[in-house]
């Protein structure tokens, strides 16, 4: 395989996950606007903050109101994490190694960029807000669908999948990062109302409030959630379960080609890291100190894999 | 129903009826309801949309992908037919390889003066890198695309040879495809050579001229100038269907006097490129310096016999438009035969008693630039206004070399389907032909171009002709 195949196809699945978590991240912030909307400019802006287009929506807008900011994530080309400019930048690396695609997956993702070309051409009423996310949320769960369904088990297989894992745990720290405080331990045993709410942005942010509801019954404690969104094995967008799916698909290539490389010493190192910990150790420590560490080691392999496998550059 | 149109129709006669190869066609359409073939059309817009057989369209910022509309009406060709256009186009095909390799050896048609010197000297198409250079297997145009127009029962003239990368072959095997789906009743009543073995033929082809020190499974790939080249879906294509590498300048490298691409797992050696670039942009150390498209070195690995390249580099002297007027001879010089095909009767501008014919003559004449393709920069006098045909004249005056004229043919029609009905349209044909040392194999039938606006001659994509699948049939 090309490298420039490898490469179209890990960052076609990082767009569109990341298209994905865009769209999630507004559907929390929506939610959270609704049901208090004195706080809302606030929670818009760590929106910006956790979409990590801080710098480019300052320099287009002063305030933080929930129809600027769902715009500048939505539809704005000039944001290139806009969900627009992820479907457009997952179809072009599409294009680019259709030779590596099965038709079911490529024609998810031109059909995916066809509906979206023509449902974001106009800014998007509120009332409409919720069924477009909808919308973003079952392509991009069709395009998977399809990947899963058709693809041979093989290294074009393997670097979506870590292109989709890396992203996605880039996503979820990044989540964390920005409201860790709203996690630390408090004095209180039971959150607060404020707390509550903005626990539940944080597991509406990852898709997690039903699953973690389902598992916790009602004890939500912010360690509780931090474990969950950082350690747990079962949910498929926590850190740990995103870095073992990256080193399981770099296994699949080690075994594959034959050759190990410097990217497979990094993510044992991650995995084990984690493994290692207990969320009372991971607070001992500093969460935020452990987040950023963690963002630092994501990029690193993300760059590590790019170089072993030749599509930097 | 009978012909409404002055030309050829190749479906309608203009008394009452079809033509025989339509019979079968005609009686399945005149059962159809007009709403459901209305629906169906629709349906394969759909469909090439969503598999994404688009084409770029340079210059159209807005539209920057486009369809290629596609007519659901087949144009059919009896077996009759295609075997005598297709022993011309063999023929012709034979001569261009045996005239290329000759302009860039012994060059015996010149020195028989049969075609001036100054014609391959100060011709830009001509490759002075390629003199007494032999590509592997001696074949020069792997792939050529001959653009076929009729004007009658038995007429078929040859208007280009396309011997440098004629596009073009997806269009021929998705039209078939669409058909196949949108209509299978028709293909088991009538029966249709197939055309869906080309992508295999093409690659045993290409195969088939590997550079002679190469290893029995030899690695085949296509160069392409990117995603955004017009031609993009069709690179993607061939190389899927073909299952080789897309490559694209950036993923080359010379090593060890080979061409190898970057993989993940290091650089692999490339026997032979079937390039979608132009000769101008294949090497920048030989060519274009500025070309970012190429490969650096490519040329020197190339005649030192380590890699084929398809077609090879300088192919472009045998389809100049200037050539073409030569070809009845070329033919003849090298096959010792009579041209099976004829070619349009060409006013070479350069000549000054030609010239001033071409002037007088000019509301009458289509004039086409020597160097250009896809409709660009042509004029079809019938079809201009008053202002046109003057504004085109003062081009000629001050550069007559760059013209050649013809006379405006009556291209046959075939109908294309319109709510209404049927309704007339110029087409013409290109044929796929593969050459490779074991001999030339033409896949039989080809894209059809159709004219869609009522009138016009003009079927190029770029200026909103649409495609036809094209029917030959067994007998």
């Known amino acids: 395989m090309l490298g420039k195949t490898a490469g179209g196809l890990y960052w076609m699945f990082r767009f569109l996950e990341r298209s994905e978590n865009t769209a999630r991240l507004i559907e929390a912030g929506f939610r959270i606007a609704l049901t208090r909307s004195r706080d809302s400019d606030s929670e818009w802006k760590s929106v910006v903050t956790t979409a990590g287009v801080r710098a480019g929506y300052d320099a287009k807008y002063d305030t933080y109101t929930a129809q600027h900011v769902v715009d500048y994530l939505l539809r704005d080309t000039s944001n290139p994490s806009s969900v627009m400019c992820a479907i457009e930048n997952a179809r072009t690396n599409a294009r680019m190694v259709r030779t590596a695609l099965t038709t079911e997956v490529w024609e998810a993702v031109n059909e995916n960029w066809m509906a979206m070309k023509a449902a974001l051409k106009k800014p998007i009423p509120e009332t409409d807000l919720p069924a477009l996310l909808g919308e973003i949320r079952r392509h991009s769960a069709l395009v998977r669908g399809a990947l899963h369904g058709t693809m041979l088990r093989n290294d074009a297989y393997d670097f979506a999948q870590i292109g989709t894992a890396l992203e996605r745990a880039d996503n979820t720290a990044r989540i964390i990062d920005v409201k860790y405080y709203t996690l630390l331990p408090s004095a209180s045993f039971i959150g607060s109302a404020m707390d509550n709410v903005q626990w539940e942005t944080i597991l509406r942010s990852v898709s997690a409030h039903r699953s973690f509801r389902w598992l916790n019954a009602n004890e939500m404690t912010s360690s509780g959630i931090a474990e969950f969104v950082i350690l747990d094995s079962r949910f498929p967008r926590s850190l740990y379960f995103a870095s073992r799916t990256i080193r399981a698909n770099l296994g699949y290539l080690e075994k594959d080609y034959g050759a190990t490389m410097p990217c497979h010493a990094l993510i044992d190192q991650q995995v084990t890291k984690m493994r290692q910990h207990t969320i009372a150790s991971i607070f001992e420590g500093g969460l935020h100190q452990f987040i950023g560490d963690f963002l630092r080691s994501n990029n690193a392999i993300g760059a590590q894999i790019q170089l072993d496998y030749r599509f930097d550059g | ?475």
């Open chain 2, 1 to 475: 129903m009978k012909s409404k149109t002055n030309h050829f129709d190749e479906m309608l006669l203009a008394t009452d009826g079809v033509r025989d190869p339509y019979n079968k066609y005609q009686r399945w359409f005149s059962n159809e309801d007009p709403s459901r073939l209305a629906k169906k059309s629709k349906e394969a817009e759909a469909f090439f949309r969503r598999t994404g057989i688009t084409f770029n369209v340079y210059g159209q910022e807005a539209a920057q992908e486009r369809l290629i509309p596609f007519d659901l009406i087949p144009r059919i060709i009896s077996n009759r037919e295609w075997t005598k256009l297709s022993k011309g186009i063999e023929q012709r095909v034979r001569a261009i390889n045996m005239f290329l390799h000759d302009i860039y050896n012994r060059q015996e048609i010149l020195r028989a003066g049969i075609i001036p010197i100054d014609l391959i000297a100060k011709n830009d198409a001509f490759l002075p890198q390629m003199m007494g250079f032999t590509p592997p297997g001696n074949v020069y145009t792997h792939i050529v695309g001959t653009d076929i127009v009729r004007t009658g029962e038995d007429d078929f003239f040859v208007l280009e040879d396309n011997a440098r990368t004629p596009s073009g072959v997806s269009y021929m095997l998705e039209n078939r495809e669409t058909m196949l789906q949108m209509f299978p009743e028709l293909f088991s009543q009538n029966k249709v050579q197939p055309v869906s073995d080309y992508p295999k033929n093409l690659r045993r082809s290409l195969a088939a001229c590997a550079p002679v020190n190469c290893s029995d499974d030899c690695t085949v790939a296509i160069l392409t100038p990117g995603i955004h080249n017009s031609a993009y879906f069709e690179h993607s294509f061939l190389a899927d269907q073909m299952g080789v590498e897309l490559v694209e300048g950036h993923d080359l490298k010379v090593i060890d006097g080979h061409i190898a691409m970057r993989t993940t797992q290091g650089y692999q050696v490339i026997d032979v490129l079937y390039r979608r670039v132009d000769d101008d942009y294949l090497d920048p150390l030989n060519f274009r310096p500025e070309s970012m498209l190429g490969v650096p070195g490519i040329m020197d690995v190339y005649r030192a016999g380590n890699i084929t390249i398809a077609n090879a580099p300088g192919t472009g002297i045998a389809d100049d438009k200037a050539i073409y007027s030569y070809m009845p001879d070329i033919v003849e010089f090298y096959t010792g035969e009579k041209p099976i095909l004829k070619n349009v009767q060409t006013f070479r501008c350069s000549e000054p008693d030609t010239l001033k014919y071409v002037l007088e003559n000019l509301a009458e004449l289509v004039v086409k630039e020597v160097h250009g393709s896809g409709g660009y920069g042509m004029l079809v006098g019938p079809a201009a206004s008053k202002a046109e045909v003057a504004e085109f004249a003062e081009k000629l005056k001050q550069n007559p070399g760059n013209y050649i004229a013809q006379p405006t043919l009556s291209l046959s029609t075939v109908p294309i389907f319109k709510k209404k009905g049927l309704a007339p349209r110029h087409v013409d044909l290109r044929p796929f032909v593969l050459v490779s040392p074991g001999g030339i194999d033409i896949t039989p039938g080809g894209l059809t171009r159709v004219a869609l606006k009522e009138g016009s001659l003009v079927v190029n994509s770029s200026q909103g002709g649409g495609t036809k699948d094209t029917w030959v049939l067994e007998d």
